[in-house]
């Protein structure tokens, strides 16, 4: 598996990943592959396992069965060598978890896995350019609770990004954060899995769509493709659905 993660060139692969929660199973079989510097955006309908998806991949959740590899290294399951994968994956999820008490050039400069250490001035100048490139400069000096939601995500999006992650996964993004500056993180190598129940956003930004329901990949294909000839009568209703909506 680690051979074929490295010929195909996939930053992460999973092969036959699924999860129960209960009585229902949220993810079902998943076969996906995450190549360096791509834009994926995961569609579907709320309930269809988009976020338990990312929380996979984060390893916030344990899968039943199946396998999950990160440049061809399987996922630890737990301990400290998932902690150290885990670095290399930022993650955006509402609530966002950002420190209520620290300002928002704080929440940046000290990051997820960086509470413990001392600010330095190449990591504030790293903190301001982030802040810069989602314009949120003038914000620097707010606490959390005085932005809104759009910004909040933002700030979150900036904090993953000051640990320099691979992977970058934003569950639910807001509608006001901009296409482009996802397709410019991507420019830049990074990898990025989008999932939204937003149609707009995934046709605007992402390489590549991939549709899910009910906890199955029902199709993926490249964004173009998926918009103009969906090929499963799901894929169809749904996007039917979204533009009557």
């Given amino acids: 598996m680690a051979e074929q993660a490295a010929d195909t060139g996939s930053l992460v692969q999973l092969r036959g990943v699924s999860k129960h929660v209960g009585m229902v199973q949220v993810l079902n079989d998943i076969d996906l592959d995450l190549a360096r510097g791509e834009v994926i955006a995961v569609l579907g309908p709320a ?46 999820s509402p609530p ?16 997820r896995f960086r509470l413990w250490q001392a600010a330095t001035p190449g990591s504030r100048r790293r903190a301001r350019a982030l802040l810069e490139r989602f314009e949120l400069e003038d914000r620097a000096g707010r606490f959390p609770w005085e932005l809104s939601n759009d910004q ?53 930004a992402a390489d590549r769509v991939v549709f899910m329901d009910g906890g199955r ?28 909506g």
């Fill in 47 to 92: 309930g269809s396992g988009k976020s338990m998806l990312c929380r996979a991949i984060n390893g916030l959740e344990r899968i039943d069965s199946g396998r999950i590899t990160v440049e061809g290294r399987p996922l630890p399951r737990r301990g400290r060598e998932l902690a150290r994968m885990r670095r290399d994956i930022g993650v955006v």
């Fill in 217 to 244: 990949i029902i199709e993926q294909s490249p964004t173009d493709d998926f918009f103009t000839t969906p090929r499963t009568s799901r894929a169809h209703a749904f996007l039917a659905r979204m533009r009557q």
């Fill in 152 to 204: 909040q995500q933002r700030v979150a999006m900036a904090r993953a990004l000051a640990a320099e992650p691979k992977l970058m996964l934003v569950d639910e993004p807001a509608l006001g954060l901009s296409p482009e500056l996802l397709r410019g993180l991507a420019a830049d190598g990074m990898t990025l899995l989008v999932a939204t129940g937003e149609p707009c956003l995934a046709r605007r």
């Fill in 96 to 111: 966002f978890g950002l420190a209520p008490h620290r300002t928002v050039l704080e929440n940046v400069v000290f990051g």
